[in-house]
């Protein structure tokens, strides 16, 4: 089955710099790749997501990409705010088939 | 839209007792998770629902935790006996399948604690 990782468990950046996140899986039939945003006691929600047909997806501050090869795929944040903090789970899955997260990155964004 | 809906928000229960958890998905909505978030965790899942039948159970303890989607619309998850490590946050998402894509809604979790 799918196993997507993330690597750090947690990051530290400064108000107004930029921050990436990175995930690996492991399954090459993989071909949907969204990022979540779980505030403390709040549902996850999707912030941005992209395809296997497609190498990097922009939305207003925040950016995915893809590597298809290398079998991974990033979150990137620019001109991070306090309230960019929470917990970032990356996932992934192909046709009908289970979404599957890693286990999440922590990102604190200091004033 | 209105979004997944859960219940209840908290459970308190003792050790070998049961539980049972609802979930009412999106409208139109095929596909229906459950996970299970332990805290400090990313969600793992437990069964996934495609219309009223069952796609994937393989992380499901089927000797104490069973699921089930009547008509294809609402689910219920049951946990029969409660254990300790069973605390968590039982999450159900819904999904409207299209070219490929599993984009999944999460209601808001119902938190259960075992004593």
């Known amino acids: 089955g799918e196993n997507v990782e993330q690597h750090p468990s947690t990051l530290s950046v400064q108000e107004g710099d930029s921050a990436v996140i990175k995930c690996t899986y492991s399954?090459?039939?993989?071909?949907?790749f969204p990022w979540y945003k779980q505030e403390l006691g709040k549902r996850p929600q999707l912030i941005i997501d992209?395809?296997?047909?497609?190498g990097e997806k922009k939305d207003q501050r925040i950016a995915v990409t893809l590597n298809k090869t290398a079998k991974h795929f990033s979150l990137h944040i620019t001109e991070t705010q306090p309230e960019d903090s929470a917990v970032y789970f990356c996932?992934?899955?192909?046709?009908?088939?289970?979404?599957?997260f890693g286990k999440g990155i922590t990102l604190s964004v200091r004033p | 839209e209105a979004g997944v809906a859960q219940s209840p928000r908290y459970k308190i229960i003792e050790k070998r007792q049961s539980v049972a958890f609802w979930c009412n998905p999106i409208?139109?909505?095929?596909?229906l998770y459950w996970y299970q978030q332990i805290l400090g965790q990313g969600p793992k899942l437990l069964i996934q629902?495609?219309?009223?039948?069952?796609?994937?159970d393989s992380q499901l303890p089927k000797d104490r935790f069973s699921a089930e989607r009547l008509k294809g619309v609402d689910s219920t998850l049951k946990i029969q006996p409660a254990k300790l490590e069973d605390s968590a946050v039982y999450l159900c998402?819904?999904?409207?399948?299209?070219?490929?894509?599993?984009?999944?809604?999460f209601g808001q979790g119902t938190r259960l604690t075992v004593v």
């Open positions: 399954d090459s039939a993989s071909n949907y």
């Open positions: 629902f495609q219309n009223n039948g069952v796609v994937d």
């Open positions: 992209i395809r296997s047909n497609v």
């Open positions: 409208s139109g909505h095929a596909t």
């Open positions: 998402a819904s999904s409207s399948v299209w070219e490929g894509a599993t984009e999944a809604f």
């Open positions: 996932a992934a899955s192909s046709y009908n088939s289970k979404l599957t």
